[in-house]
Structure formats: structure tokens, C-alpha cells
């Protein structure tokens, strides 16, 4: 098998970064991981590494596999050092004007035939691609969280990006065993565009009182049957992501009211409470595991009444009877 792209950069070291970076890696590729944290890139092998390990003492990786794969995922000290690289991954924080900036660089750095990538969640990669020199050469490559065991890729084309630039990406993606998916740049792609009402209405349903955020990923994890309820699901993406993502969805579609963001989040994201990544979001987290509320206990009764009066009801016939009994 010919590899679409056997130098590959990965710029972000974080948790989309470093799971790409693990899956090009696997697939056979020399993959750099950049990141303007140092010590990210550092974590972010130690990481991948001790997943491979814990594969290996499980018997699914042989020690030779382990041995390739941890050869070919290695750390870059700057930009120039990606110079040669064929294909440039980015999952940096979620700000255009930042991401504008990054490909602009890079632009500098590579050779004219290399592609570029954004794993954007939420912005337009024809936005993106606008400030570029080779804008032909740059699309959108949507990873989804954890990026090892999620094996979808949406495939996006920005306005300029050259049909043959995703066919490239499309068979790059199922050597890393991932199912590619052609995405319109339409604000959320499929994905998340499709859910947006999940993690969005439960927010306005804890916002107005009806039910508390354990109760709802209980409601939709053990009843409907999601693998992560919608807390669990911003505790995992982590709100200095999604709030933005939410953000940035709502005005692109012109303040759609169904997709109006939060002051729960902005204010969580405020205080530094994002998720997991920073053990404490929704749930505390020890040990990496969630810190759940005790399901409240349902009283148990010996018989049922043979007519349920709700307490509303009740107190006002109390107050009647009452009235009743002064005589009034
Ligand atoms: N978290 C998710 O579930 C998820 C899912 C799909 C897509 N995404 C997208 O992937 C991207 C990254 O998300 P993440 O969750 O991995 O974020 P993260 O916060 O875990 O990691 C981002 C990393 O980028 C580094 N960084 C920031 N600015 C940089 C720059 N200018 N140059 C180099 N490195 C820089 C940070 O130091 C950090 O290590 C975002 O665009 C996000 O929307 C996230």
C-alpha cells in the first residue's frame, strides 16, 4: 500500500492533536507533533505511548508494532523543522483569527504541493482558506473525540480547495481506518450541526429549573440509550472548546434562536471550570474517573392511594377546608 502522505505534521498537542497524531502514526507515517506548549508535545507522547504499551501487555500489539509506532511519532522544536512535510494537521484552539495566522506561517514554511488541514469543529474553512497564497491546497479534516475509537472523518472542501486535495484526504483517512465522510463548509458540518439541539437544550432545561445536569445524562444515558449523556459529553469536549463551538455556530447561522448559547457555559468557561481535562467540569473528576451525585432515592410506599392528588392540588383543598372550618 502507497501512502497518500508519509510525512505528516500535527500542530496542537491536545486531545484532537495527539489522537491524530497516534492513528497517522499506526497507519505508517513519520508524524512531528507541534505545539507552542513544549511540554504538550511531551505529554502527548507519553500518552499515545502508554496507550500502545497498555495494547501491548494486552496482546493486541505485538512489541515489534509498538516498537515502529513510537519510532514514528516524533516532536518538532518549531515550525521550520516541518519544512518537508507533505501533509500539516491543525488543532490548535478554536479562534479563526488564530488559525488564519498559524496557516499563513506555515504557508512560509512548506513546499508549494503540501496540504494543509484545519480540524476546526465550527468555523468556515472557506474563511480560513482565504487568507492563504494556496488556498486550492487546504480543506477541512473533522477527527472527533477520542480520535482513536470515533473512526469518522468528515472531508470538508472550502471553496477552492482542488476536488483532487480530498480524494487525497479521503484514502489518507481510510489508511488510518477511519471512515471518510464528504462534509458541505456549512456552519457545524454534519455532525455538529445534526446534534446541536443535545448538548444546547439540555442546558436550557437546567437553566430553567426542570431538571439537574445528572439527571439529564442519566435520562438520556441508561434511558435513551446515549453512549455519554450531554454533561458528560462538554466535561469529555471541554467548554473552552464547545462554548465556542456553540458560539460560533449560532451567529453563523444569523442568531438562529434554536442554537442560542448559554450563560452556563460562558460562565463555567469564565471561571476555568471546562472538564475533564482540568479535573473538575460538570462532575468532579479523581483518578480521571467522574465524581457522580448519588441517584436522590424514590420513598417506597406499602400502598397506592387510590387517587393521586398533586401537592398543589392537595394544599389548596387543605386551604379550602380550612376556610371551610373558620366559616368563611
Ligand atoms: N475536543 C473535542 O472534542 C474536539 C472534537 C473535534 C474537533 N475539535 C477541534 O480540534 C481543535 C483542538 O481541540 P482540542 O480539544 O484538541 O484542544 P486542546 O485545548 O486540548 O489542545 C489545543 C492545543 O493547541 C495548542 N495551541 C494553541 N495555540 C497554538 C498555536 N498557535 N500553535 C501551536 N499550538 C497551539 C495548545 O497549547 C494546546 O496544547 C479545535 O479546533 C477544536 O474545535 C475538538
Redesign the pocket.
Known amino acids: 500500500m502507497t501512502l497518500s502522505f508519509s510525512k505528516v505534521a500535527i500542530?496542537?498537542?491536545?486531545?484532537?492533536?495527539r489522537g491524530i497524531a497516534q492513528i497517522a502514526a499506526q497507519a505508517g507515517s513519520q508524524v512531528w507533533l507541534?505545539?507552542?506548549?513544549a511540554e504538550?508535545i511531551q505529554k502527548a507522547r507519553d500518552a499515545v505511548f502508554q496507550q500502545w504499551d497498555k495494547l501491548q501487555e494486552k496482546g493486541r500489539l505485538s512489541a515489534e508494532a509498538v516498537a515502529g509506532y513510537k519510532s514514528r511519532l516524533l516532536g518538532a522544536a518549531s515550525l521550520q523543522d516541518l519544512a518537508e512535510c507533505e501533509l500539516v494537521v491543525e488543532?490548535?484552539?478554536?479562534r479563526l483569527d488564530?488559525?488564519k495566522?498559524?496557516f499563513t506561517d506555515l504557508e512560509k514554511v512548506l513546499t508549494p504541493s503540501a496540504v494543509l488541514v484545519?480540524?476546526?469543529?465550527?468555523?468556515s474553512v472557506t474563511a480560513i482558506a482565504a487568507a492563504l497564497q494556496r488556498p486550492a491546497q487546504f480543506a477541512g479534516y473533522?477527527?472527533?473525540?477520542p480520535v482513536p475509537l470515533m473512526k469518522v472523518v468528515e472531508v470538508i472542501a472550502g471553496l477552492k480547495t482542488d476536488p483532487a486535495v480530498c480524494q487525497r484526504l479521503t484514502e489518507f483517512a481510510r489508511q488510518m481506518g477511519h471512515t471518510p465522510v464528504q462534509a458541505q463548509d456549512t456552519p457545524g458540518f454534519i455532525v455538529n450541526h445534526a446534534g446541536r439541539g443535545y448538548g444546547t437544550e439540555a442546558l436550557r432545561i437546567v437553566s430553567e429549573g426542570i431538571a439537574d445536569f445528572a439527571t439529564i445524562d442519566r435520562i438520556l444515558r441508561d434511558q435513551v440509550g446515549f453512549k455519554l449523556g450531554p454533561f458528560e459529553l462538554f466535561d469529555?469536549?471541554?467548554l473552552?472548546?464547545?462554548h465556542?463551538?456553540i458560539e460560533a455556530i449560532y451567529h453563523q447561522y444569523y442568531e438562529e434562536p434554536r442554537y442560542r448559547p448559554n450563560v452556563i457555559t460562558a460562565q463555567r468557561l469564565a471561571g476555568g471550570v471546562v472538564g475533564k481535562?482540568v479535573g473538575e467540569g460538570f462532575y468532579k473528576y479523581v483518578d480521571g474517573a467522574a465524581q457522580v451525585p448519588a441517584e436522590p432515592s424514590v420513598p417506597v410506599v406499602d400502598s397506592i392511594p387510590p387517587v393521586w392528588v398533586s401537592p398543589r392540588a392537595a394544599r389548596r383543598m387543605e386551604l379550602l377546608q380550612l376556610l371551610k372550618d373558620l366559616g368563611a
Open positions: 500542530i496542537g498537542a491536545g486531545a484532537m492533536g507541534f505545539d507552542t506548549q504538550a488543532a490548535i484552539v478554536e488564530i488559525k495566522s498559524l484545519t480540524n476546526t469543529s465550527s468555523l473533522h477527527f472527533f473525540n469529555l469536549t471541554a473552552d472548546v464547545s465556542h463551538v481535562k
